[in-house]
């Protein structure tokens, strides 16, 4: 173990060498550590002190790589808003697995660290915005209770990066439970040997579901169970308004994370058809059409699991298709039982789902934020939008009222259970954008580091969170994000 205490591995070396390529980050000219995720860094048993040394900042860099690792860029494809094609890491590089001292597994990879043999004629860099863009968003969610990849560290590199503009260079250190998607079983599938398929689904099994090792058919085990993982992701996203922004089959991963924060973003006023992405020009990916594409991205991944689901192939169709089917209750299951719990409600009523959705419809008519709204019926704080001194809101209200009358828990019960489920801030778009504007032009990080502290406990409904939860005019507010490839 290094002084900094890392305990790497690679064992993903172990899978056929198609699934991989060494491959050396690219030295920086000028490593400097702007972010650092102390938090992360402890519960991983890593040394805050020696990582924040001018010896160790090399790691974050690329310029050194902690003893045992073995960078690789690993090998994917997917379908990218509905085509199939192979892509691969085109610019991170994983430096290997850490091992914490309690036997948890983490992948530590460097994103912006190089042109590697999947750059597809890219240079391989990352600049500054997006990297710390996905720092925010990224610990922003994992701060949600949301599974999510996370982010260790932030270095610019000492060098600009040529996109429409010079813009400065940056590495972002990502943490994830492994970084296996629904596209690297599809690259098996199409490209792989025979064999490959298994000895993927073999290493899944036993880095995130060793329990199904002995079932009777864990493959098709696996499938379940990860079809319920995303059933419960993509609840999440919906229960707080996160749009994901570019939901391809490679942006998918098997542990049931939330990964590539590209052109994501938190809605605002509550509307389905909410779309941030510059490139989503159709809406595949709008916020009302996440769980559609969830189902549509484990049906891909369905696929290439065929060959191990049964010998014959219409058995192993039908199969598949069961475990599919089921991906709707799944998702439905959790996002009422989330509904329910934002509205304060403890038990189940057949009506309750006419409730929800009544509430959405005043919403989306009267342009309501969807944060904002909950957190108001919360704390009893109807004063400030529009929506609240209408008539239709007011019968909903009435309604409202009374089925919790129908519950035996107290109000103070009700109120916590609110609080509890309805943050008082998420990342709003144009603070993330002020954030990010003041570190890249002014090299000032005081907006960014203040953010990160609102952010780190939305639940907390305190003081010093008031400011952020409040909107500029709609003039102000950022309507489209950017991918930052």
Request: aromatic share 10%; charged share 20%; with cysteine.
């Amino acid at each position: 173990m290094s002084k900094a205490g890392f305990n790497l591995e690679s064992s993903y070396t172990s899978l056929p060498e198609r699934f991989y390529t060494r491959t050396e980050p690219t030295p920086v000219s000028g490593p400097n550590l702007r972010v650092f995720n102390e938090e992360l860094a402890g519960n991983l048993g890593l040394s805050k002190d020696e990582l924040k040394k001018e010896s160790n900042i090399g790691i974050f860099s690329g310029n050194m790589t902690p003893d045992n690792g073995i960078p690789i860029a690993q090998a994917y494809a997917g379908h990218q808003f509905g085509h199939f094609t192979m892509l691969g890491d085109g610019r991170a590089i994983l430096l290997g697995e850490h091992i914490t001292s309690s036997g948890e597994t983490f992948d530590i990879q460097l994103k912006g660290a190089g042109i590697t043999p999947y750059s597809r004629g890219g240079d391989g860099r990352a600049t500054l915005g997006p990297m710390l863009r996905e720092y925010i968003i990224s610990e922003a969610m994992h701060a949600l209770d949301i599974p999510t990849t996370r982010s260790l560290a932030v270095v610019t590199t000492g060098e600009s990066i040529m996109r429409e503009t010079e813009l400065p260079g940056a590495i972002l250190t990502r943490v994830a439970s492994s970084h296996i998607r629904f596209g690297t079983f599809q690259y098996a599938a199409s490209f792989g040997e025979d064999g490959d398929i298994q000895k993927l689904a073999d290493y899944t099994i036993k880095r995130h579901y060793p329990e199904l090792a002995q079932m009777d058919n864990p493959y098709l085990a696996l499938l379940h169970e990860v079809v319920k993982r995303h059933g419960t992701l993509i609840a999440k996203w919906q229960l707080v308004g996160f749009i994901h922004g570019v939901m391809n089959t490679d942006n998918m991963t098997l542990s049931g994370e939330t990964i590539d924060y590209g052109p994501c973003a938190f809605m605002d006023e509550y509307d389905p058809a909410t779309v941030f992405s510059s490139i989503d020009r159709q809406g595949r990916y709008a916020y009302g059409n996440q769980p559609n594409i969830g189902g549509w991205n484990l049906a891909r991944f369905a696929e290439s699991l065929l060959p191990l689901l049964a010998e014959d192939y219409e058995k192993a169709i039908e199969l598949a298709q069961d475990a599919i089917a089921k991906f709707p209750d799944h998702f439905h299951t959790q996002w009422i039982q989330g509904m329910r719990a934002k509205l304060g409600i403890f038990n189940e009523e057949s009506t309750d789902e006419v409730l929800i959705k009544e509430l959405l419809e005043l919403m989306q008519q009267y342009e309501a934020d969807f944060t904002n709204t909950f957190k108001a019926l919360t704390f009893d704080d109807m004063d400030r939008m529009v929506m609240f001194h209408t008539e239709p809101f007011l019968q909903w209200k009435d309604k409202w009222q009374k089925r919790l009358e129908r519950q035996q828990e107290s109000l103070s019960q009700t109120v916590e259970l609110m609080k509890n489920s309805n943050p008082a801030v998420i990342p709003r778009n144009h603070r993330v954008e002020e954030a990010i504007d003041a570190a890249v032009s002014n090299d000032d990080y005081t907006a960014l580091n203040d953010l990160l502290h609102v952010l780190s406990k939305p639940f907390a409904h305190s003081r010093d969170q008031l400011e952020f939860a409040s909107l500029p005019p709609k003039s102000q507010r950022p309507q489209q994000t950017f991918c930052g490839t």
